[in-house]
């Protein structure tokens, strides 16, 4: 059947519809510039008239859900770029502050290699002469202070990553129980209009994880489920699992997971490139650092021991011998408390200096790996010159892939003002038409009302 | 196809990396470097280290050029003072032998010949800077001391060098016994041996001791050619060296020094490129449906 009523209702749910149109329109509005709100859609359906010949008339139309328009696959590797942009700027942040240390600038230890065989070479004009034996002395002073300085600092910076490593776990502790319970919220919620905004706060929360460290992301019915390395959740529906900042043997911050050591197996995010600054590069770099002045100790010792000093004594240690490779930067000192013991004679005599001539030889005598000692330094300033340089381009492309992604998420779930704008104006006019209607109807009813008068 | 609404990051993004360009250029063009830590250029950084520590090495070369170029030149003049001595007792001595002189004329002749061995064992201990110069590497020890009228050496044999680097070490110094103390031409012995025969008015002893003069004469002579020998190689190796210091420094200046012109042509190019980008965002942010509903 049909009805000037049945038309009412029909207008009735028009408008119906159209504001909730205008009001998921006003929403994207409202949060243009909410970082992760993905853009909503009101998804209409005619409302089905059962029975009759006349069904095909229609029943109006209803709003069946708002659906949340993104892409889950280009989230994904957004979530996986974001891991490995969150790596690569972490280690290059901390070995800028390490590459310093290898450069040419005065004080470094390349420039104090050089002037200590520029100070044996002063003396070699005149090997008796106390005052360019002071000058040695002096420069192999600096010498030794620069190799246990650039050591140290080295050691210094591995003491600040394991604080900016504590810093980062307990950020991830932070937010893992905020992923929980938004889980919770979501599972509650059932609806999926209900869900929307919380979906995209826990998109922007795992993002912000993904950010921090190694970790995998898993869609069940009880919400997402985020692992890390080793298999460990750290997210498992409504439940969350700190990782603990423990502190290792070699007294540097260790991560662990269910009680078990993770730190070696957390290779992405912020957490991961710390960690390989720390653990790799920086223990590689200090070891190339004990290789030289290992070397470079031996061979100017074991020279020196062939010589006789001022006073005709054999030459004693130069640089205090180190007993092993490990540790011999930070432990170098010149071992010579007088001039006079410098041995630069090889016969005894006052002003001889064939001794000298061959501690000058040690310039370009291979003390580590067939490598001179400035070539050995050269070396290490080009292999931590080399690494950087690659790592900073993986920055520049990750960034660059980055926001390739985000212009591509944007283009889906951005919210358009221009956009909404016009879909508000559709939306308006079809309010204003099935109020229309609804007028229309009442101009009727009011003609069959007065049709028994006239 | 659905473009991102959001144009503005896009274009910030742009707008930070020609800043990050701009300060790069323009702190190149402040510190004159083009490479400043080894990531910004590791294989130019590593050479550059290399080539900066042989060119202090080069200035040390020089440096102990200038001192073994004063100890030679010392050395040098102190030996052609004892030529010109012993040429004057050479003299002395054919006029002793002439038979015309009495023997209190010859006994003048011989006190000269005396004072200058006096004169000759004063250069032969010359000291440079604190040392001395003819004792080999004794030079501690005052190489040659009187006793009961001999003279003697004190010194050694030894000969010290100087390394000059690439250029390869010099001999700096003769012992000075190969100089003044040689077999068949000892100076000492033979000026005291002509003062002798002098003062005791034998003709003949005169002229062998006058010969035995000569020779001392001839051997010191040649000797000093030695130091002139050094004199000459040290201008040679400092003319190298300056010449290798001056294509290392080009080299290094090429390699970790900045290039003006394509630095600032850099500064500019980023400028624009910031420009334009400022440009773009003012405008297109400028368009909304909004501004056309009226």
Known sequence: MFSLLGALSTAMSGLRAQQGAIQTAANNIANTNTPGYARRRVVLQEQVAYGGSFAAMGNGVQLTSVRSLRDSVLELRLHEETQSYGESEAYVSMMQKAEVLFGDADGALGNELGAFFDAMQNLSTDASSVPLREGVLTAAGNLASAFRTTSQQLVALQGNISRAVKQAVEEVNELAPQIAALNAAIHEARSESDASALEDQRTLLIRKMAELTSVSVMESNEGVTLTTANGVPLVLGSHSYALEAVPGANGSTHVSAAGEDITSELTEGKLGGLLRARDVTIPGLLTDLDELAYGFATTVNSIHHGGFDLSGNAGGDFFAQPEQVSGAAAGMTAALSNARQFAASMDGSTGGSANLARLLAVRDTAVVDGKSPVACYSAIAFRIGSELKHEEAEVAASEMVLQQLQTQRDAISGVSMDEELADLLRFQRAFQAAARVVTVVDELTEVVMNMRRS | ?294
């Not at chain 2, 015309?100 to 800077?129: C, K, T, Y």
């Not at chain 2, 200046?253 to 334009?276: E, I, K, N, P």
């Open chain 2, 1 to 294: 196809m659905r473009v991102s609404p959001n144009q503005s990051a896009a274009m910030l993004s742009a707008i930070a990396q020609a800043q990050e360009q701009e300060s790069r250029a323009s702190l190149e063009i402040s510190s004159g470097r083009r490479v400043s830590v080894p990531s910004d250029d590791p294989a130019a950084m590593a050479l550059g280290i290399e080539i900066g520590s042989q060119l202090r090495a080069d200035d040390a070369y020089l440096q102990s050029l200038g001192s073994v170029r004063a100890l030679l030149s010392t050395a040098d003049s102190a030996l052609n003072s004892v030529v010109t001595d012993l040429q004057r007792a050479v003299t002395l001595g054919m006029q002793g032998a002439s038979g015309s002189l009495s023997a209190e004329q010859r006994r003048a002749i011989a006190q000269e010949v005396r004072g200058i061995r006096d004169s000759v064992l004063g250069l032969a201990n010359l000291s440079f800077r604190g040392t001395f110069v003819f004792a080999g590497t004794a030079t501690a020890t005052e190489p040659f001391v009187e006793s009961s009228g001999v003279v003697l050496y004190q010194g050694n044999e030894g000969a010290n060098e100087v390394s000059l680097g690439s250029t390869g070490s010099i001999q700096i110094n003769l012992p000075g016994s190969r100089i003044f103390a040689a077999a068949g031409a000892h100076v000492f012995a033979a000026l005291d041996g002509l003062a002798a025969a002098l003062e005791v008015n034998d003709p003949d002893a005169i002229s062998t001791a006058t010969n035995s003069t000569r020779a001392a004469l001839d051997h010191v002579t040649a000797e000093r050619v030695f130091y002139g020998n050094g004199l000459r190689q040290l201008n040679a190796r400092e003319q190298s060296l300056e010449g290798e210091k001056l294509q290392l420094s080009e080299q290094q200046s090429d390699l970790v020094g900045v290039d003006l012109a394509d630095a600032v042509t850099r500064l500019l190019t980023a400028r624009q490129a910031h420009d334009a980008t400022l440009q773009v965002l003012a405008q297109t942010s400028g368009t909304s449906l909004l501004d056309y509903l009226r």
